[in-house]
């Protein structure tokens, strides 16, 4: 089992930026490929980018690409989310998930994934 627990949320301005953390527990995370969704109010969960389990490659839905970086510590067993230029639509229930690095293929897809996190609310104000 894999624990996932998310933190960095908050309320910011437009512009601005945060960094969201996914710290993991029970397994190491080396061998498990991660990913952030997100859930704005009143919507379906929506994929927001995937880091491959060696970190070699990422992937990023097009709302996000160029604002949004994903990047991972195995040895602090954490994932990051690096989000810059904030917007209002940005406003989502931000949750990590993991699944085995051999797993391959529906990257955006909530299905695919194994773990979650409980989430951490960005809030962006205009």
């Known amino acids: 089992q894999v624990q996932l627990v998310e933190s960095g949320g908050g309320l910011v301005q437009s512009g601005a930026s945060l960094r969201l953390s996914c710290a993991a527990s029970?397994?190491?995370?080396?061998?498990?490929?991660m990913a952030w969704f997100r859930q704005p109010p009143g919507k379906e969960r929506e994929f927001v980018a995937h880091?491959?389990?060696?970190?070699?490659?990422?992937y990023y839905a097009d709302s996000v690409k160029g604002r949004f970086t994903i990047s991972r510590d195995n040895a602090k067993n954490t994932v990051y989310l690096q989000m810059n230029s904030l917007k209002p639509e940005d406003t989502a229930l931000y949750y990590c998930a993991a699944r085995r690095g051999w797993r391959t293929g529906n990257t955006g897809q909530t299905y695919a994934y194994d773990y979650w996190g409980q989430g951490t609310q960005v809030t962006v104000s205009s």
């Open positions: 880091i491959t389990d060696g970190g070699g490659r990422t």
């Open positions: 029970g397994r190491t995370l080396s061998t498990y490929a």
